[in-house]
């Protein structure tokens, strides 16, 4: 059971804007903290896609976004490309007890 | 350029302790935010973190696993050590390590290692 909730899974046609949610609580993203995102594609390891919100890193396309209201974030991604299937973790900090880092539970993008 | 390396056995037998290695370089752990940490990943599952050290040798760990986990840095060579004991087969996982900043408005991770696939079996 992870921290931060997110859907299993999404889909949408090459072309088409997605989005994948992200929900917390009052000890989390409520509490102020940032959420940040990482893209997984298959057999590597994650990359950090979305930090502080909203920020991209170098490199990132700009069609990958991302926001943040209340207990709950949101990545988005448009002009869906075949290369943008991976797995998508949102994480941000926690106030309880060993909240250093705290996950969500993984999002698999499907490009149909 | 930052970059981190995981090292450690391939295979561990239950009950035993699993030691991972993480040598880092382009950055110092000395520095102000910088922190390094452990997260692993079953086979077709999610993320999870494990522990982290940070530039003051301050040290935190995930509470389920807070009795069987040790960090520990070793500055002059860039080292951060794991260990996990009394290894079950559900510990079987790809164990990354993992640069973290740590800034006022919480904690992300801006490089990761390749990780390293840890199997628990007799």
């Known amino acids: 059971q992870s921290v931060l909730t997110q859907p299993p899974s999404v889909s949408g046609a090459p072309g088409q804007r997605v989005t994948i949610s992200c929900t917390g609580s009052?000890?989390?993203?409520?509490?102020?903290?940032?959420v940040h995102w990482y893209q997984q594609l298959p057999g590597t390891a994650p990359k950090l896609l979305i930090y502080?919100?909203?920020n991209r890193p170098s490199g990132v396309p700009d069609r990958f976004s991302g926001s943040k209201s209340g207990t709950s974030a949101s990545l988005a991604i448009t002009g869906l490309q075949a290369e943008d299937e991976a797995d998508y973790y949102c994480?941000?900090?926690?106030?309880?007890?060993?909240?250093?880092?705290?996950f969500g539970g993984g999002t698999k993008l499907t490009v149909l | 350029q930052v970059t981190l390396r995981e090292s450690g056995p391939a295979l561990v037998k239950p009950t035993q302790t699993l030691t991972l290695t993480c040598t880092f370089s382009?950055?110092?752990?000395?520095?102000?935010?910088?922190?390094v940490s452990w997260i692993r990943q079953p086979p077709g599952k999610a993320l999870e973190w494990l522990a982290v050290i940070d530039w003051d040798d301050d040290k935190y760990y995930s509470t389920s696993l807070k009795t069987r986990l040790t960090i520990s840095k070793d500055t002059s060579k860039n080292q951060v050590v794991l260990t996990m004991t009394n290894m079950d087969p559900v510990d079987t996982a790809t164990y990354y390590c993992?640069?973290?900043?740590?800034?006022?408005?919480?904690?992300?991770?801006?490089?990761w290692g390749q990780g390293t696939l840890v199997t628990v079996s007799s």
């Open positions: 502080g919100n909203s």
């Open positions: 994480q941000s900090y926690d106030s309880s007890l060993s909240g250093y880092v705290v």
């Open positions: 009052s000890s989390n993203i409520g509490t102020g903290y940032d």
């Open positions: 993992a640069r973290i900043i740590d800034y006022g408005s919480g904690t992300y991770i801006d490089h």
């Open positions: 382009g950055f110092s752990l000395s520095s102000s935010g910088m922190c």
